[in-house]
């Protein structure tokens, strides 16, 4: 049983890491491995009831993490129609490519950190093919995008999906976790962009605006209003959390409901075809459906296999081999640039969850880890796939330019974080060195083993 659970598992896994070449959609293959997963286990089980009720649990968990994505989904998207982003982005206008990279890189992070690092990249990509002409500066300026968006997502609850999940499954907390990531994940990103800002010079082709060519589709009062109540609604969802211990689902659903609220009053006197546009059954249309459907399979996978016994023996193996939490969670980073994050963490979270509390350095590290690690190459993250979608990114152009630039960022915020982890735990001193030296020759000497 275990085996055919496993490679039904394997070859899925491949084929959503393959979906380019395969024309498969991820999704799909997702959903056949859940579902493969627990027949075989269901199949192979005497207890059918034990199965079942497993099952049910595995799906309230996962439910929780779905409603959260679809409500978060949908705001944004609510604050797309109304160009709400325009009020962020058109004031824009310098024509350094310097600067430009430092005013990208910047809106990167801290939009990542708001809504989520997939959105933030689409809606600065598509800025980007408005701004400039030449294909090749975008393609390097999309990188950015990519690499910024990923390393302001991995610092806050909402920012990327991996952090968010285990935000939702109870092993971090908002404040601890934004605390502990903000500098690692803000060295990850100066890192690639300092040695950027060196190697660019000139002036950025800039796009000229046609004559007649609408900038908007809304007044300004429309725009500010609904990105401000937009952003306000997800910020307001880990506060709500912590007043009422309620999931941050229903957070993110009460914030939904109030905007939709808002958004029909405000259009209330417009005709019906300009309110169907601006109205959140719109914004619903054009919520990306295919992706929680691809957590929703990746997430059945992974029950099936935590309840099968099979992620206990995988623990205890990595436990047993590599030992130190650091480098396991390094490798989980460096294997989130090549197959997705979100099994990753997913499995890591059914492995781990009985052996370190809420807030636990191994939690905070693997967050940073698997949400900037995908960033070492372009299929890695759901920002770079998008990048790479937009703007027709080579892989192999990637590899070339902007990987090892990723991945030298990717190690510096690693430093980062275990240089901060040794001073808040042990404060600043000889023996700090000392652990830090150790710790540092360990993880160098493991890697060079591996090679």
């Not at 491949?14 to 056949?32: G, Q």
């Not at 030298?408 to 404060?427: P, R, S």
């Amino acid at each position: 049983m275990m085996i055919w659970m496993i490679i039904i598992f394997l070859i899925g896994y491949a084929l959503i890491t393959l979906e380019h070449s395969f024309h498969i959609n991820k999704a799909a293959t997702a959903l056949l491995a859940g579902v493969l997963c627990w027949t075989v286990y269901i199949l192979h089980v005497p207890d059918t009831e034990l199965v079942t009720e497993q099952l049910g649990h595995h799906v309230g968990e996962i439910a929780g993490i779905l409603f959260f994505l679809l409500g978060a989904m949908t705001i944004v998207e609510i604050i797309d129609a109304h160009d709400g982003f325009e009020v962020i982005v058109g004031r824009i206008k310098t024509d350094s490519s310097r600067k430009l990279l430092w005013i990208l890189s910047i809106l990167a992070f801290c939009l990542s950190a708001i809504l989520d690092n997939l959105t933030t990249t689409i809606v600065l990509v598509s800025l980007l093919r408005k701004l400039v002409t030449d294909k090749n500066e975008r393609m390097l300026y999309a990188c950015v995008v990519v690499i910024a968006a990923n390393a302001g997502g991995a610092f806050t609850p909402i920012g990327d999906v991996t952090t968010t999940m285990l935000w939702i499954g109870g092993q971090i907390t908002p404040g601890n976790v934004m605390q502990k990531l903000f500098l690692p994940s803000l060295i990850c990103m100066l890192v690639p962009l300092i040695y950027l800002t060196k190697s660019s010079r000139g002036k950025v082709s800039k796009r000229e605006k046609a004559e007649g060519e609408q900038a908007s589709h809304t007044d300004p009062f429309e725009q500010k209003l609904v990105l401000g109540l937009g952003v306000l609604t997800l910020v307001f969802v880990p506060v709500f959390k912590l007043l009422t211990h309620l999931p941050p689902y229903m957070g993110i659903l009460l914030g939904l409901g109030f905007l939709w609220a808002v958004t029909e009053v405000l259009h209330r006197t417009k005709n019906e075809e300009k309110r169907d546009k601006f109205s959140v059954l719109n914004a619903l249309r054009k919520v990306d459906t295919s992706t929680v459907l691809f957590f929703l399979g990746i997430l059945l996978s992974i029950g099936a296999l935590q309840s099968a016994g099979q992620l206990a023996l995988m623990a205890n193996y990595l436990d047993a081999e590599v030992g130190n939490f650091y480098i396991i969670n390094l490798l989980v980073g460096v294997l989130s640039s090549i197959v997705d994050n979100v099994p990753l963490v997913a499995a890591m979270m059914r492995m781990y969850q009985v052996s370190y509390p809420v807030d636990h350095t191994f939690w905070e590290f693997l967050a940073y880890c698997a949400g900037t690690g995908g960033s070492i190459l372009i299929i890695g993250s759901a920002a770079g796939v998008a990048a790479m979608s937009l703007e027709k990114i080579n892989f192999m152009w990637y590899v070339k330019k902007v990987s090892l630039l990723a991945f030298m960022g990717y190690i510096a915020g690693a430093v980062t974080f275990l240089i901060q982890q040794q001073i808040l735990t042990h404060g600043f001193n000889a023996n700090l060195i000392t652990a830090l030296n150790f710790k540092l020759s360990y993880i160098t000497q493991y890697i060079v083993s591996i090679f």
